[in-house]
């Protein structure tokens, strides 16, 4: 009896040490991580009891220090506000430094840590709101159409589930201020229509600018010839 005793007693703490052990190793990976997920929140934002909290779920779903998601309800399982257009706030870390974010519903999520190998791109959203444009209320959305610029370009449905609803029952608007290669160019999409800026598109717009300039600048050189030389032979002939 006493041996088998000692024998429970044994592994049991030989499982201790174990689940030590393996504590000890998460704790490890936590530590070396760069992006930490400290509190994540889905649904009305504006009504405590309409959300859930989802900070496990976030944080699982970072992958080499990056968390690069759309929210919505199948991830979180369920709807915490039926009927209501929701949003993701996330708190958290990158290597100890405190931020906040936040996505609507269906739109795009990203924090990364590793934004000094992220290449450059060619399209920067200046300026983006979305509402009841011009004079009603709206919301500023550059921070959410910035995180969804893929590969120099961004295409959006644009609607309330991925901007959210500034403006219940009234027909809203998207309007962008933007830079390609350094041009400056705004475009205004209405609710339920389709954002499209394309790099394709964008740069023969630009060879067109670039053309155009040319052929007025060659003109006015020769606008200019022209009546110097007219002036030259109305000199000649004054002198005659």
């Not at 992006?35 to 859930?52: K, P, Q």
């Not at 901007?163 to 309007?175: E, M, N």
């Not at 499209?196 to 006015?220: C, D, N, Q, T, Y």
Request: some cysteine; overall charge neutral; charged content about 25%.
């Amino acid at each position: 009896m006493a041996l088998l005793c000692g024998f429970i007693a044994s592994m049991a703490c030989v499982s201790s040490y174990a689940d030590d052990a393996a504590t000890n190793v998460v704790s490890a990976a936590d530590a070396s991580a760069r992006l930490v997920i400290v509190n994540a929140v889905y649904g009305n934002l504006s009504d405590l009891a309409a959300t859930t909290n989802v900070t496990k779920i976030v944080a699982a779903m970072v992958k080499d220090d990056t968390l690069d998601f759309h929210p919505n309800n199948n991830d979180f399982g369920g709807d915490p506000a039926p009927n209501t257009p929701k949003k993701l706030e996330v708190d958290y870390t990158i290597d100890g430094v405190s931020g906040t974010k936040t996505a609507y519903e269906g739109g795009r999520l990203k924090i990364s840590a590793n934004k000094d190998t992220a290449k450059k791109s060619r399209l920067v959203i200046v300026k983006a709101v979305y509402g009841d444009l011009p004079n009603g209320k709206t919301t500023d959305v550059t921070a959410d159409l910035a995180d969804m610029v893929e590969n120099d370009g961004i295409e959006l449905a644009v609607g309330n589930n991925t901007l959210g609803d500034p403006a219940f029952g009234k027909v809203k608007k998207l309007r962008v201020d933007y830079k390609f290669d350094g041009w400056k160019k705004s475009v205004t999409v209405q609710e339920n229509g389709t954002l499209k800026i394309i790099p394709s598109i964008e740069l023969a717009e630009i060879h067109k600018r670039i053309l155009f300039i040319a052929l007025w600048i060659v003109s006015g050189i020769l606008a200019v010839s022209a009546v110097v030389a007219a002036l030259v032979l109305l000199a000649r002939k004054w002198k005659k």
